[in-house]
């Protein structure tokens, strides 16, 4: 399997297995279509230079880069059990209340704060049940995780020195809506090299839609604000860790390139921007006659984020950051997040859940940290819903990008975590064409042409 596409004047084939990247002229681009679709050879197949193309492409496919068969579909075994991430929701309570929140704007499963207690035994778990795994993660989620600083810091002294202690590095990543985002907040994040997802949805109208205090007012001046200033702290200073700028854009703002170059124009230079992902009954939900629009989208911000590179601002945006020739694991590659069973997270009381879009869902409650029990059943629901047991990700070109998309969305939208969100493949598609073009734009490309 290859995929053919074009994006502005480029011809662009794509191998997913080896990660071959190849830009191409017409004849080749018309013949490689042919034997990927299994159609005739153009006309005047018997030329000199119809001969030189499929001399090329046998040189490409002897050398691995082209029509490389997947031999992993028939080997792969998902591995068992073992956390390598957990997602602790020390808040399940928000000061916001956003209108598009998966979270019931922040107070699902019941609301609450997270003890000590029950976040240190977390840890432990972690750090059990990884097994060899050497690096592990703990992400801070809610709700609002600032609003359990305590916690947290605690969370990060006991975790550090127990990971020490089992010899496994460990890392932390806090999101936050940033309302509670001081100065002595600020240090200690960056100090302790602590990844910073921010959320910021763009331009202010856009922002404060859907992002609100209990009151109604908008959030938008304060959280620019206190996202500014970390920003600027974060920068100034050496870091291992990351600082992302996270934005969530519907169908009221389909033209979201636009608020991308707000956030550049803004001062920030790592961005993120996700579909919302609602129940179709939403308003804001987006519909498959969106598609098209947001596709169009996604190519006039790959060209400003092109634009904004070559001028010598050195932006990034988390969707065009692809390595289609080594990137993550094969595990990974096949399973995406890994949630149920090396993603897991942990609810207020203690729950175990396969990530944190299902938390409060009995039904997908994994067991909990009281007893160490996990529900076999549901573990092995998830592992094996890799990409090779979906029908429509078996066959998609994309598949190694995604490792099979999100299982909440498919649950939500489709009732099945077996039947990915259709919208979101379609989008999650056009961001790797875009990821791809923008490596044919500069160094990282094969050049066929």
């Not at 004047?9 to 681009?29: E, M, N, Q, T």
Request: net charge negative; with cysteine.
């Amino acid at each position: 399997m290859v995929h053919l596409f074009e994006i502005g004047s480029r011809k662009l084939v794509f191998d997913p297995v080896s990660g071959g990247l190849h830009a191409v002229d017409d004849l080749a681009w018309e013949i490689i279509g042919a034997l990927a679709g299994g159609r005739a050879l153009p006309q005047g197949s018997a030329s000199e230079a119809v001969a030189a193309v499929l001399a090329e492409i046998e040189e490409l496919k002897a050398n691995g880069s082209l029509f490389v068969p997947d031999q992993a579909r028939e080997l792969y075994v998902p591995p068992p059990f073992a956390p390598k991430s957990l997602c602790l929701m020390v808040a399940q309570e928000c000061n916001l209340r956003c209108t598009y929140c998966f979270a019931g704007e922040g107070t699902y499963g019941g609301g609450g704060l997270m003890s000590e207690e029950v976040a240190l035994r977390a840890i432990d778990f972690l750090l059990e049940r990884s097994g060899p795994v050497r690096a592990v993660e703990v992400d801070f989620f809610g709700g609002e995780p600032l609003l359990n600083w305590p916690v947290v810091t605690a969370v990060v002294d006991y975790a550090t020195e127990r990971a020490k202690a089992c010899h496994k590095e460990i890392s932390f990543t806090l999101t936050t809506n940033a309302v509670l985002l001081d100065t002595t907040k600020s240090r200690y994040l960056i100090e302790k090299g602590i990844n910073v997802v921010l959320s910021l949805d763009g331009r202010k109208e856009v922002h404060d839609r859907f992002r609100c205090f209990p009151g109604g007012a908008g959030s938008y001046e304060r959280v620019l604000a206190n996202c500014r200033s970390f920003f600027q702290a974060w920068d100034e200073v050496p870091r291992p860790s990351y600082c992302y700028i996270r934005g969530t854009y519907t169908r009221f703002n389909l033209d979201f390139s636009r608020d991308f170059r707000h956030l550049v124009e803004e001062g920030f230079t790592a961005i993120s921007l996700e579909p919302v992902v609602a129940s179709p009954a939403e308003p804001y939900a987006l519909r498959e006659q969106d598609v098209a629009l947001a596709v169009a989208e996604y190519e006039r911000l790959a060209e400003d984020y092109l634009a904004f590179r070559r001028s010598g601002r050195p932006v990034r945006f988390f969707h065009f950051e692809l390595d289609p020739a080594g990137g993550p694991c094969l595990t990974k590659r096949l399973t995406g997040c890994g949630a149920g069973f090396s993603y897991v997270a942990v609810d207020v009381d203690g729950r175990l859940y396969p990530c944190h879009q299902f938390v409060g869902d009995a039904a997908f409650c994994l067991g909990d940290l009281a007893t160490g029990t996990v529900r076999q059943e549901v573990v092995e629901a998830f592992r094996n819903a890799h990409v090779y047991n979906k029908p429509t990700c078996a066959a998609c070109w994309a598949r190694f990008f995604c490792g099979g998309g999100c299982h909440a969305a498919a649950h939500l939208v489709n009732g099945d975590i077996m039947k990915p969100y259709a919208i979101g493949c379609m989008l999650m598609q056009k961001r790797a064409e875009c990821a791809l073009y923008l490596l044919a734009q500069t160094a990282g490309t094969n050049s066929e042409e």
